[in-house]
Nanobody
Framework: HVQLVESGGGPVQAGESLRLSCKTSGYTAGRYCMGWFRQAPGKEREGVATISADGGTTYYADSVNGRFTISRDNAKNTLYLHMNSLKPEDTAMYYC??????????????????WGQGTQVTVS
């Protein structure tokens, strides 16, 4: 049974930093491409960042490039999103997601089938 559980969200002031974590279980994390997505009220879901199964390749949306860093620790089955210089427009529910790393690519549009419940980030 695949599970992804996010944590680390909360209210922060603009300019501050936050680190999100996503603990995974039920599958071999090191074989899966993983990503962070977000959705603000009234807006479509946005792919924020993705990372390949071995951690060697990353992708970032233009809106966060240079401020956010995605990383993973396969030994701990944990995905991270380090967010710096947060802006009010970063306010959203943040979700981690996974897809098989041995099929297809590792971009937000490549179809992620496993999702967590989300953690809220509010920047004021």
């Amino acid at each position: 049974h695949v599970q992804l559980v996010e944590s680390g969200g909360g209210p922060v002031q603009a300019g501050e930093s936050l680190r999100l974590s996503c603990k995974t279980s039920g599958y071999t994390a090191g074989r899966y491409c993983m990503g962070w997505f977000r959705q603000a009220p009234g807006k479509e879901r946005e792919g924020v960042a993705t990372i390949s199964a071995d951690g060697g390749t990353t992708y970032y949306a233009d809106s966060v490039n240079g401020r956010f860093t995605i990383s993973r620790d396969n030994a701990k089955n944990t995905l991270y999103l380090h967010m710096n210089s947060l802006k009010p427009e970063d306010t959203a529910m943040y979700y981690c997601a996974a897809r098989p790393g041995w099929v297809g690519g590792c971009r937000p549009t490549d179809g992620f089938g496993y999702w967590g419940q989300g953690t809220q980030v509010t920047v004021s």
